[in-house]
């Protein structure tokens, strides 16, 4: 199975802050990579497909990057409803492993 | 608008069985793959089934072979997860979730429903 490691379990950030999230996945995956969105009580969102597709609706400050093993999602400015939880997951091949999720807290 | 409103969740002995169906409506269901995610407690997202628009093709993770499986109704736009054999750790909120027009494979996991929490203790 492809492991995904996202390299923080939580972060802490302020309003107004750019925020980097990385995700490595175990061998290769191109990049069938995707993002999600998760706040509590809810289900996941889409945000970035195919690691740099932006999901229609979804604001132009989230935007993705990466190929091969290493990928990042970038919120260029952090707004209050941007505090959630981030996961990444890919679609290389089954199992459709995601990562343990990266938690953005209000510093 | 895009719906999946999974029902049948609830709360079952070790051992007992579940049958997770998931309704779907605003989108050409019989056109789009479709996948189950799971979530216990507290704790990450966890792929646990994909089937094709046609049903050609299904997949379980391999800790679930045996016990899970996926299944579909077009005619009726349903999707169906049967859970046999269930244990502790199944414990979870159970999510139906369309994959994107191009497929689970090499893309992504679109819609989702609110999710079912299904809870196995004894």
């Known amino acids: 199975d492809i492991q995904m490691t996202q390299s923080s379990s939580s972060l802490s950030a302020s309003v107004g802050d750019r925020v980097i999230i990385t995700c490595r996945a175990s061998q290769s995956i191109s990049s069938f990579l995707n993002w999600y969105q998760q706040k509590p009580g809810k289900a996941p969102k889409l945000l970035i497909y195919?690691?740099?597709n932006l999901q229609t609706g979804v604001p132009s400050r989230f935007s993705g990057s990466g190929s091969g093993t290493d990928f990042t999602l970038t919120i260029s400015s952090l707004q209050p409803e941007d505090f959630a939880t981030y996961s990444c997951?890919?679609?290389?091949?089954?199992?459709?492993?995601f990562g343990q999720g990266t938690k953005l807290e209000i510093k | 608008e895009v719906q999946l409103v999974e029902s049948g969740g609830g709360l079952v002995k070790p051992g007992g069985s579940l049958r997770l169906p998931c309704v779907a409506s605003?989108?050409?269901?019989?056109?789009?793959?479709m996948s189950w995610v799971r979530q216990a407690p507290g704790k990450g997202l966890e792929w646990v089934s994909s089937?094709?628009?046609?049903?050609?093709?299904?997949y379980v993770a391999e800790s679930l072979k045996g016990r899970f499986t996926i299944s579909r109704d077009n005619a009726k736009d349903s999707l169906f997860l049967q859970m046999n054999s269930l244990r502790a750790e199944d414990t979870a909120v159970y999510y139906c979730v369309a994959c994107g027009t191009t497929g689970c494979y090499t893309g992504y996991f679109e819609y989702w429903g609110q999710g079912t929490l299904v809870t196995v203790s004894s």
């Open positions: 997951q890919q679609s290389y091949t089954a199992p459709y492993t």
């Open positions: 605003g989108f050409n269901f019989s056109s789009f793959s």
């Open positions: 195919a690691a740099s």
């Open positions: 089937i094709s628009s046609r049903s050609d093709y299904m």
